[in-house]
């Protein structure tokens, strides 16, 4: 065989393939022929030809010209393949278009990453509820669970951020809802929404309160109690 003919088909480049595609081809609804057909469109558009016939196609593969007439028309069908139109030299062409296919595979992507949101949303309320539940010693009744679920459905509140209003109510020796609720109220008012806002809310509140400090005639030392703000007070 000679040496420069096999150089040639190494110079002839390849054909890149989004590994998303490579992965998800089944789960977009096609079968590893209505793929390879695809590829070579892909292939034969990279390489100057837009619209190759089913018999350039199947050449390639190991279905003869009418198969493969059978399965470019079930992928325009199915919304996998169009055919577009285009000006060449001043005469309107015909060409195959992969757009349909790329937007099946970026649906198929929004609603993956949708599921997995709904899935660590689902996680996060879980483990909210046992946090809460640790915290309070005892199961949340029915009126805290419903409240619970007002403060993430309709007051629109994380729950890492209802978790951290818990942590302040657990600080300050207020362990209740209503305690809690108005904590989540005055951060939503001053616009908190991750946990550092939540901690530098709490200490801006808390550098405004003076220390209490009294003397121990036992000991004779000086001890400092340190505040914690009284959400219910604002």
């Given at each position: 065989m000679d040496r420069e003919r096999v150089v040639e088909w190494l110079e002839g480049g390849s054909v890149s393939i989004p590994k998303v595609l490579l992965k998800h081809y089944a789960d977009i609804g096609l079968n590893?022929?209505?793929?390879?057909?695809?590829?070579?469109?892909?292939?034969?558009?990279g390489s100057g030809n837009p619209f190759p016939t089913p018999i350039e196609i199947s050449n390639r593969m190991s279905i003869d010209g009418t198969a493969c007439s059978e399965v470019l028309r079930s992928l325009m069908k199915r919304g996998f393949l169009a055919i577009e139109q285009q000006?060449?030299?001043?005469?309107?062409?015909?060409?195959?278009?992969?757009?349909?296919?790329?937007?099946?595979?970026?649906s198929l992507m929004f609603e993956t990453v949708h599921e997995e949101e709904e899935q660590e949303r689902e996680r996060s309320e879980t483990d909210l509820y046992t946090m809460f539940e640790k915290e309070f010693g005892r199961p949340l009744s029915p009126f805290e669970c419903e409240t619970l679920s007002m403060w993430i459905d309709q007051d629109d509140h994380e729950p890492v951020i209802i978790k951290a209003a818990l942590r302040e109510a657990v600080m300050s020796g207020k362990l209740n809802f209503r305690y809690i609720d108005r904590i989540l109220f005055e951060w939503k008012k001053n616009g908190v929404k991750t946990i550092e806002q939540a901690r530098n809310q709490s200490r801006k509140f808390r550098q405004h309160q003076q220390p209490k400090q009294g003397v121990s005639s036992n000991e004779g030392t000086r001890k400092t109690t340190i505040p914690f703000f009284n959400w219910l007070e604002q």
């Open positions: 590893e022929i209505e793929f390879l057909t695809l590829l070579h469109i892909h292939e034969s558009i000006d060449v030299s001043m005469m309107i062409c015909e060409k195959y278009s992969l757009r349909p296919l790329w937007q099946k595979l970026a």
